[in-house]
């Protein structure tokens, strides 16, 4: 199943970064909540707990990524990782346009929300919760292990999506989990609502469960017991008679008389201020007819000043575009010696395949034997101290494949091709062996034709039907596994020069 979105993941590698989704391994993930804080922000140190990956203080005191990369420890700050994300989406996207990509917007929507519960923190109330009982079951010390962990994380995630369709118990099994052991736990949607009830600290939280899901919570909480195992002597029906809904208005009141729009956000703002006369005195003879205060609009320009940008230094924003660069430039080397690697081991098997086949009868048997030892050879070789070679040597060991491979690939598409050229060129023969004879036979048609024009074609027709009888003798004396006496593009060649 293709998936259409790109997920927040990077891997380093000894010799490449992996970007998205196949970067589920070394990976660095959920780095968004970090962004813009410094390393010894409570909440970058209680997200520290939870990463696969090492978090440390950088200059500036925000907050870095340790990765192993290129068999070297590097120090990459949350911007930079953001931008290698970036950088991948870009690649896609133009791959899609087929066009460069020279802009980009992206939206950050303002809204409401709880930084601390989302679907990573449910996620993390399941991993806890397996934790603490593979603990108590395997003794594992599942926490310890960062592979496990992920491993555990994901498994969660799949097992919360059954859990949202799903009321009945649901297996959580993974196989040779830690020391090659497999693992089993059941778990329901009820014992998960009641780990992410313990999450919602705020009440506020509520108001998003159903119904259903808070009268559980309550009766759970008064009898200490899964509702459905209360005994039958404590079980109570309700009846609601006269429900009466009250819906609450909230208003938003302006608590201050200025109505602002915007012009130039980087120049001024105009406004409208509103000023209302109003004087408390006391007077004892008030006239009924008292005029009230006239409301007066004065239109000033309210200038704005800079005091804060949060922006990288010049000279830090150079330094990561440089290096970002070069890692561009790595991967895009890494790529092409696994391409020319895939080549070979491509080249490889589909020799094999074909000399015990469709190739089997244009080539000896002592070139047989060669091909088949250079062939074996290299598929070893390959598995072993090939594994992990420049691009120049799989370059060369391609060559080699090549050399006695392209030889016994064209004879074979030379013995279908040249049939069907020569009946080609004999079908064109007769058709002007045709005309010949009619023009003999003094045909209306060809009237026109000069004598002269006509003895050419003549002679052109012998010729050509001559040779043609020639080369197929010359042909047919030769086995398949030897070098064709004609090639299709010559017969093509001399097909094409007689219909001129």
Partial sequence: MPEHFLLELLS?????????????????????????????????????????????????????????YLD????????????????????????????????????????????????????????????????????????????????????????????????????????????????????????????????????????????????YLKIENRYSKNPLEIPEGMQVNYLCKNLLFVSHLVKYLNMYCISVSLSDCHTIILTDIVCSSQMNEEVNNHPPDAKKAKMKVKHVVLPIEETFTQQLPKDRLSNYMEQESKMIQQDCQEKERNNAKNAVEENVYYYKLKLEGLYQTFINAQNHQAFSELLNGTENWLYEEGADQDKQTYI??????????????????????????????????????????????????????????????????EDTQVWMTNIKDSQDKRTPDQEPAIHSTQIEEKLQVRKD
């Fill in 396 to 461: 060369n060991k391609l060559e080699e494949i090549h050399k006695l491979g392209k030889p016994l690939q064209n004879r074979y598409q030379e013995s279908i091709r040249r049939p069907k050229m020569f009946e080609e060129l004999s079908a064109k023969i007769q058709s002007y062996m045709t005309i010949m004879e009619e023009y003999k036979n003094g045909r209306n048609s060809y009237c026109h034709i000069n004598a002269m024009d006509m003895d050419k074609v003549r002679v052109c027709v």
């Fill in 72 to 215: 070297q420890e590097h120090h990459f700050s949350i911007e930079q990782v953001t931008a290698m994300l970036l950088t991948k989406l870009k690649d896609i996207a133009e791959a899609n346009l087929q066009k460069k990509v020279v802009k980009c917007v992206i939206a950050v929507l303002s809204t409401a929300f709880d930084p601390y519960l989302g679907g990573k923190d449910f996620d993390q109330r399941l991993v806890e919760y397996f934790c603490a009982e593979f603990k108590s079951k395997y003794k594992m010390d599942v926490k310890s292990k960062a592979r496990a962990m992920l491993r555990l994380t994901q498994e969660c995630e799949k097992l919360k999506k059954l859990m949202s369709s799903n009321s009945t118990d649901i297996l959580l099994n993974i196989e040779c989990f830690i020391s090659d052991k497999d693992v089993c736990e059941k778990m329901n949607r009820y014992v998960s609502v009641r780990l992410l009830f313990r999450a919602m600290n705020s009440g506020k939280s509520l108001q998003v469960m159903q119904p259903r899901t808070l009268i």
């Fill in 12 to 68: 380093f590698n000894a010799k490449n970064r992996t970007i998205g989704n196949a970067a589920k391994r070394q990976v660095v993930s959920h780095f968004k909540r970090l962004h813009g804080r410094l390393f010894q922000d409570h909440s970058v140190q209680a997200e520290k707990a939870s990463l696969p990956y090492d978090l440390v203080p950088l200059n500036d005191g925000k907050v870095g990524v340790k990765v192993m």
